[in-house]
Structure formats: C-alpha cells, structure tokens
T-cell receptor, first 117, second 112 residues
C-alpha cells in the first residue's frame, strides 16, 4: 500500500528565510510519480511539480527546489528566501505507474507554512 | 487551456436536507474526474472517481453519491446531509493518459 508522510504539521519562518518541507513515501512499485501541491488560504490546490521515480535529478524553479532521494524515499521541497505569499498548506502526493483508467493518488496530510513578515 | 469549475462556492445546509454539488471541466475530453473531501485542518479524502460517463467508483462508504451525466460534468449528491458531511469539497480532473490531477476552486459546505 502507498503511504505519504509529512511529519511537519506546521512551520513558521520569518520572511526571507529558507525553509524545507519534508516528504517521505512508501511504495512497492518501482515506477511511481511524486507531486507537490500548494493550497493557499483560498482553498484551491495548485499543482507545483511532478517527478517520476527514474529521474532523481534535483529541480529548481525560481525560488522553489525539489530534492528527490530514492535511497531515503524522500522528496523534499525547499523555498528559498521565503515570502508572505508562500504562506499556504503544502501537500506531497504519490501515484503508482499509470496503467490505464483510474489512477490513485495518495496525499500526505499537508504541512502548513506560515511566513511572518 | 483547460479549466475546472465548481459551484456553489459556499453552502450552508440544515441536517437532513439534500445536496447537489456540480463540477464541470472545459478544454479537454474524456477526463478522469475525482471528488475529494477535506475536513477542517485535515488532509484529502478521495470520495469518488470516474473514468467515463456513467462510470462511478466509490472509495469510502457514506451517505453521498456521485454521477457523471456528461463527459465533463461530475455531480456529488446526498439525499440527507449529516453534520459530519461538513467540509471542503474539491473536484479534480486528470487527462486520460496521465496521473497529474488539477483541482477546482472547491465548495465549502457547512451542515448545521
């Protein structure tokens, strides 16, 4: 069974600090996909990134970066020079390899990030 | 580009009343559709998913039901609401050959 653990329930940082959100996953599949979503106070989940299990290269997008380590089953998300607009709940998610039809995505419980001005 | 709509945005209903939440997707064909519920301060719970018109699968037994009368329309219903049905309901879609889900703006339901 798939499982996603986000051990950090809430994190508070002062604006301009760097912050890392942890995500640890469990799966029996060798092919799988990992996701991060952002849920601002408005409620809508915003897709941030999707990575497949064969691509362990770290990815950077502006102030966002993701560190995928298969050896530790982790897919951590770092925000550099945090801003107040980064305040949101962030969800990590996992799905098995697509085999047609329904694709189940398992979400973590989320980490609430508060950036204090 | 694809867009997903949900309405209403907020809803306050008495216990025992019926419910109908609607989700529509534009700009894509034959999407996979999903209904999730998020209780206050909690994670996402998958309620229903659909891979085609009239095809509904339930993940959790409850007093809710779902229907997909058209390719890009997904409806969540209840005949009699319970207090425990309060929460934030999110609809999502994914392409036929992909697993990335894109979410709508959500409906905040309060059952009193």
């Amino acid at each position: 069974a798939q499982k996603v653990t986000q051990a950090q329930t809430e994190i508070s940082v002062v604006e301009k600090e760097d912050v890392t959100l942890d995500c640890v996953y469990e799966t029996r599949d060798t092919t799988y996909y990992l996701f991060w979503y952002k849920q601002p106070p408005s409620g809508e989940l915003v897709f941030l990134i999707r990575r497949n299990s064969f691509d362990e290269q770290n990815e950077i997008s502006g102030r966002y970066s993701w560190n995928f380590q298969k050896s530790t089953s982790s897919f951590n998300f770092t925000i550099t020079a945090s801003q107040v607009v980064d305040s949101a709940v962030y969800f990590c998610a996992l799905s098995e390899a697509y085999s047609g039809g329904y694709q189940k995505v398992t979400f973590g419980t989320g980490t609430k990030l508060q950036v204090i001005p | 580009s694809q867009t997903i709509h949900q309405w209403p945005a907020t809803l306050v209903q008495p216990v025992g009343s019926p419910l109908s939440l609607e989700c529509t997707v534009e700009g894509t064909s034959n999407p996979n559709l999903y209904w999730y519920r998020q209780a206050a301060g909690r994670g996402l719970q998958l309620l229903f998913y659909s891979v085609g018109i009239g095809q509904i699968s339930s993940e959790v037994p409850q007093n809710l039901s779902a229907s997909r009368p058209q390719d890009r329309q997904f409806i969540l219903s209840s005949k009699k609401l319970l207090l425990s049905d309060s929460g934030f309901y999110l609809c999502a879609w994914a392409g036929t050959n992909t697993d990335t889900q894109y979410f709508g703006p959500g409906t905040r339901l309060t059952v009193l």
